[in-house]
């Protein structure tokens, strides 16, 4: 995108210390909500997440001037979901875009304080690579059981926010995931980067996009499935390179 002019980047910067002001300070709200009401059992935290992210929506969309684009239809059948990441943005709107999944993360993300007892009361589905055969079977009946509930199950399979237009490999965590769960795969591919850029407190007005791609169906070699899903996430970020999975 082109540079803002002066005045541009002035505006931005209020733009962004307001909603910043707005945000955090209606999160910290909504976190003491959640601790208060965790003890009456974990999914009246689902609702509160909820409220949480179209709060977020809101203010992108009135305070920092961004619209949000939805190319493609969500498919009725539980799917798991992989989506291209560059933002925060993405994060938090994926709780009202995505119809309250159920993420799969690693670890530290579980362990942040409060922070962490809120996400797993809400589903926070705890990746751990040395966990073995057991801790996939773990994975495989918290997904089932978010299926049974109506929720799509949603990975970042980059595994870290990525410059927009980069084209990071992915994770072998989504390999594992793609294996167990045995669903058809929703990729999804964006551009919060442009206007959201990750490490930057400056946010600027525009129109993000998401573009749902054509379902990747369940069962497919490992090579071929990654192979498809590396193509879609990144339909938003020019040519396809040929080094698409990391093994680590």
């Known amino acids: 995108m082109p540079p803002l002019s002066p005045l541009g980047t002035v505006v931005a910067f209020i733009r962004s210390a307001l909603f910043a002001v707005l945000f955090y300070g209606m999160t910290v709200l909504l976190l003491l909500a959640c601790l208060s009401v965790m003890p009456f059992g974990a999914r009246k935290v689902v609702p509160l997440a909820e ?11 009135w305070v920092l001037g961004q619209k ?13 979901i992989v989506s291209k990441h560059e933002s925060m943005f993405e994060t938090l709107d994926a709780v009202m875009l995505f119809q309250r999944p159920v993420i799969a993360a690693k670890r530290e993300l579980g362990s942040i304080p409060v922070w962490g007892a809120v996400a797993k009361a809400y589903g926070l589905i705890i990746v751990d690579r040395k966990g073995g055969a057991s801790a996939l079977r773990g994975i495989r009946a918290e997904a ?4 049974a509930d109506g ?10 926010r990525v410059p927009h237009g980069e084209r990071a490999p992915l994770k072998a965590g989504f390999a594992g995931l793609y294996k167990v769960l045995g669903v058809p795969v929703l990729p999804v591919a964006l551009d919060t980067g442009r206007l959201s850029p990750r490490n930057s407190f400056l946010k600027r007005p525009g129109t993000i996009t998401y573009r749902l ?8 070699p490992r090579a071929e499935a990654e192979r498809r899903v590396h193509v ?4 938003l970020n020019g040519p396809e390179t040929a ?3 990391d093994s680590v």
């Open 243 to 245: 080094e698409f999975v």
């Open 213 to 220: 791609g054509a379902l990747i169906p369940a069962g497919l």
């Open 144 to 147: 089932r059981a978010a299926f």
């Open 68 to 80: 949000i684009v939805v190319e493609g239809d969500f498919p009725n059948e539980p799917v798991f």
């Open 151 to 160: 929720r799509p199950v949603l990975l970042y399979p980059e595994g870290t």
């Open 51 to 61: 409220v949480w992210s179209r709060i977020h929506r809101f203010l992108a969309r």
């Open 232 to 235: 879609a996430i990144n339909a």
